[in-house]
C-alpha cells in the first residue's frame, strides 16, 4: 500500500506541476492594449571593431613567427675543409 501511495503522490505533483506550466504559457490576451517592441541583433562578426582586434592580433602573430629568436645568444662557427691530392703516386 505505501508503494501504491508513492506513485499516487508522484502522480498528483507531476499533473499539477505541468497545470503551472501550461498556465505559463498563454496565447490570449487578456488586456485591450497590446504593444510591440522590435529587438535587432546583430552577430559579432559585422561589428568593425571585431575585424580591427582581430587583424591586429594576426599581424602580430605573424610579426612574431616571422623575427623568431633574433636575440639568442648562440654563435655558430663555419670551418672550410679543402682536400689537396697528390699527384706524384
Not at 503522490?9 to 506541476?17: A, C, G, T, V
Not at 535587432?40 to 612574431?64: C, K, S
Request: glycine letters at 4%; proline letters at 1%; charged letters at 10%.
Amino acid at each position: 500500500m505505501k508503494f501504491n501511495m508513492q506513485k499516487f503522490s508522484l502522480f498528483l505533483s507531476s499533473l499539477l506541476l505541468s497545470i503551472i506550466a501550461f498556465a505559463q504559457d498563454s496565447t490570449v490576451s487578456a488586456s485591450s492594449t497590446s504593444t510591440s517592441t522590435t529587438t535587432t541583433t546583430e552577430t559579432w562578426y559585422t561589428q568593425p571593431w571585431a575585424w580591427i582586434v582581430g587583424g591586429a592580433i594576426f599581424l602580430i602573430i605573424i610579426i612574431a613567427l616571422v623575427r623568431g629568436n633574433s636575440n639568442s645568444t648562440s654563435t655558430t662557427d663555419r670551418v672550410t675543409v679543402t682536400k689537396t691530392r697528390d699527384t706524384d703516386v
